[in-house]
């Protein structure tokens, strides 16, 4: 299979998984792009010992959490400079913007609010709920991507489910 192949069967994956990291799509985009520059440069090293899917999944779930740190530092250095100098940066008061092509303008305020709570998630436990529960994989193929045993995945989804019903609703417990 060449790229141009790999690029047309997985760009939807790639992008919609991206987009449910970081709700932006022109951050998508950006992310996209970065994981198929990675794909190109190092498609001779993959190794076959999972699918070309699976390793996909595995470089766009690292890509995506890489870009949401990376940002994030960029907003805390902004913000600190900002402390100090008082031209600062136009990033300083920047707040996260969500433009998720496929949230209707009625869901959109309670669709922040759920995405706010899955972004306060640790990386692994909103790795495996976006897989299971947004992306609709099994835990099977949940551990596969995640690189992890079935037992691991399956803890990981179900405290993502016990942490967000906490965050959604402190005196609720878990009902997700």
Do not use: C
Not at 26 to 34: G, N, S
Not at 65 to 82: L, V
Not at 156 to 169: D, E, G, P, V
């Amino acid at each position: 299979m060449n790229f141009e192949e790999i690029y047309h069967e997985h760009k939807t994956l790639v992008f919609n998984l991206s987009l449910q990291y970081v709700q932006n799509t022109e951050d998508a985009e950006e992310i996209t792009q970065d994981v198929f520059v990675n794909i190109h440069q190092s498609y001779h090293t993959f190794n076959k010992k999972s699918s070309l899917k699976t390793w996909i999944y595995r470089i766009t779930i690292n890509k995506s959490i890489d870009f949401i740190k990376a940002k994030n530092r960029k907003k805390r250095f902004h913000f600190i400079t900002s402390l100090f100098f008082e031209d600062g940066s136009d990033l300083k008061h920047d707040s996260p913007t969500f433009n998720h092509p496929g949230v209707l303008l009625e869901q959109k305020e309670a669709s922040i609010a759920l995405f706010n709570h899955i972004n306060q998630l640790a990386d692994k436990q909103k790795t495996a709920l976006i897989l299971n529960k947004i992306e609709g994989k099994t835990v099977t193929e949940t551990a596969d991507i995640m690189g992890v045993s079935y037992k691991a995945a399956e803890s990981l989804i179900q405290r993502a489910k016990n942490n967000l019903a906490k965050k959604i609703n402190p005196n609720e417990g878990n009902k997700l």
